[in-house]
T-cell receptor, first 115, second 113 residues
Framework: AQKITQTQPGMFVQEKEAVTLDCTYD???????LFWYKQPSSGEMIFLIY??????QNATEGRYSLNFQKARKSANLVISASQLGDSAMYFC????????????FGTGTSLTVIP | DAEITQSPRHKITETGRQVTLACHQT?????MFWYRQDLGHGLRLIHY???????NKGEVSDGYSVSRSNTEDLPLTLESAASSQTSVYFC????????????FGPGTRLTVL
């Protein structure tokens, strides 16, 4: 079974609108972490936001927030007030366990912001 | 500033040749990782290391090896390059005990002809 599933290969959003990128995960560990990364066309991986499995509040970083629904095993990324520079690939990832050794990535969602 | 670098950034090689991709970080992180990125697969873990002299196989380790002789470097070797190993390779590191962060290098684009 896939550890991380991103079901939206491509998404479009109007500039200044909000967009939600979906991510579901599969783990039997009690302790885990969820990450979102942005990969622009230049290719680097940029860390956006992190949510720990024991964190009660949804993580937020500027215009990024993570909608964490533990019972549903979902960790959707919400980008508010989209900007043209948000056009990129977005990857959801999970760290399993307490040792930090295993990271699993989804296949990514390509976001295009339309002016 | 502390950073993680990879070299070369681009490499073209022939089938059967040995290739080594370098990864160097100046954060003094104990944990280092190598991933490959392919269309439709996202990033997949090749090898990882918890510290000097420690190496472990990841999801797609066949045909690859790593060695860790110091904290800063984790070179990735393709013993006999195959066309299926054409990919973009990322090195990453995390500080010990702080698993809410993973820092990536800029990537190496490898083409095996």
């Amino acid at each position: 079974a896939q550890k991380i599933t991103q079901t939206q290969p491509g998404m479009f959003v109007q500039e200044k609108e909000a967009v939600t990128l979906d991510c579901t995960y599969d783990t039997s560990d009690q302790s885990y972490g969820l990450f979102w990364y942005k990969q622009p066309s230049s290719g680097e991986m940029i860390f956006l936001i992190y949510q720990g499995s024991y964190d009660e509040q949804n993580a937020t970083e500027g215009r990024y927030s993570l909608n964490f629904q533990k019972a549903r095993k979902s960790a959707n990324l919400v980008i508010s007030a989209s900007q043209l520079g948000d056009s990129a690939m977005y990857f959801c990832a999970m760290r399993e366990g307490n040792t930090g050794n295993q990271f699993y990535f989804g296949t990514g969602t390509s976001l295009t912001v339309i002016p | 500033d502390a950073e993680i670098t990879q070299s070369p950034r681009h490499k073209i090689t022939e089938t059967g040749r040995q290739v080594t991709l370098a990864c160097h970080q100046t954060w003094n992180h104990n944990n280092m990782f190598w991933y490959r990125q392919d269309l439709g697969h996202g990033l997949r873990l090749i090898h990882y290391s918890y510290g000097v002299q420690d190496t472990n196989k990841g999801e797609v380790s066949d045909g690859y090896s790593v060695s860790r002789s110091n904290t800063e470097d984790l070179p990735l070797t393709l013993e006999s390059a195959a066309s299926s190993q054409t990919s973009v390779y990322f090195c990453a590191s995390t500080p010990t005990g702080r698993y809410n962060e993973q820092f990536f290098g800029p990537g190496t684009r490898l083409t095996v002809l």
